[in-house]
């Protein structure tokens, strides 16, 4: 299926690339080159102001471009990212983490903002000599990654930010502290099916690729949780509902490419686009017939938007 996707370009500077997916590559297609990590690299514990998370690094022999760090959202872990980091370790070194609060990290209590989570990436960072490197966040994962690259600049080749958005309103911080209260007081099924309706478009006019794939897996991920990942999910929310990020200054000579589904009823696209303000280069899309799960139904898609942003397309 070719999905060639009208971009907006939000900058007059003559550098940036046109993002236009030609013909999607399948993921039973892809042949991995001889420069990519075949065993599976150690998951290696470390720790921040005595908090322990975890990292996984997939090296390669001469990559072709940055390494790429990539930062998930809500009910992800590092082996959420296997399908990606296996593609892109074909060209690059691939660092994946749970960052505290994530994963199998420890619990983050709520007070701890997302300033803590920047200094954990740095902390992350400096076990490697990276001179720069490309992040991919995703939803949680973005103001993280906001924050590192209007620090560090100058350490940051291109960045990423998918299902994003500059401010949660008020009625999103109400649906936010709902799921808490079913979380905490109701069935597992319940909270399955609210989280459902909350970042699945579930409207029948909209056609969504591998939709019932998506909500099967991010059903398989909440039933899966323990008592730690509750906590885990309440004290990230609150982090969230209690976020305040300062736009003080514009982010400058970082490529940057905001997209997100075409039918998030989450991060919805106008609300995406909000931060491209903040950026001196960049380029926002939205994926075609996808919502906020599209890391799950779009997995062909997102490499190739992806990759050609990252790099020439004559790479892949």
């Known amino acids: 299926m070719n999905q060639k996707k009208e971009t907006e370009t939000l900058t007059t500077d003559k550098k940036i690339l046109k993002i236009e997916p030609k013909v999607l590559i399948k993921t039973d297609e892809i042949a991995f080159k001889k420069h990519a990590t075949f065993d599976e690299p150690e998951t290696k514990p470390l ?3 005595g908090f322990k998370y975890y990292y996984r690094y997939y090296p390669h022999q001469s990559p072709k471009l940055a390494p790429i760090l990539f930062l998930g959202g809500a009910f992800q872990n590092i082996q959420s990212w296997k399908k990606y980091s296996d593609y892109f370790n074909q060209y690059t070194d691939v660092l994946l983490t749970e960052l505290p609060g994530m994963g199998n990290a420890d619990v983050l209590p709520g007070k701890y ?8 990436i740095e902390n992350l960072l400096k076990n490697f000599q990276f001179k720069k490197i490309n992040i991919m966040a995703v939803s949680y994962g973005t103001p993280i990654a906001y924050l590192y690259t209007k620090r560090y600049p100058f350490k940051v080749s291109h960045l990423a930010l998918s299902g994003t958005m500059k401010s949660i309103p008020e009625e999103y911080k109400k649906t936010m502290r709902e799921s808490i209260s079913i979380l905490k007081s109701k069935s597992i099924e319940e909270f399955i099916i609210f989280m459902t309706k909350t970042l699945s478009n579930t409207n029948p006019r909209n056609y969504i690729i591998n ?14 949780m323990n008592t730690e990942a509750k906590k ?19 982010i400058l000579g970082v490529p940057t490419l905001l997209f997100t589904g075409e039918f998030d009823p989450f991060t919805k696209p106008e609300y995406c686009k909000e931060i491209a303000e903040e950026f001196e280069t960049v380029i926002f899309t939205t994926i075609k017939n996808a919502d906020h799960l599209f890391p799950l139904e779009q997995f ?9 942003f990252l790099f020439d397309e004559k790479t892949i």
């Open 300 to 308: 062909e898609y997102l490499i190739q938007l992806l990759s050609q």
């Open 232 to 250: 885990k999910y309440i004290e990230n929310t609150y982090r969230l509902i209690h976020l305040s990020m300062k736009y003080d200054k514009k």
């Open 47 to 49: 720790y921040y102001r």
């Open 113 to 120: 903002g997302v300033d803590f989570l920047t200094d954990s």
């Open 211 to 224: 939709q019932k794939f998506a909500q099967k897996i991010l059903a398989l991920s909440i039933r899966n």
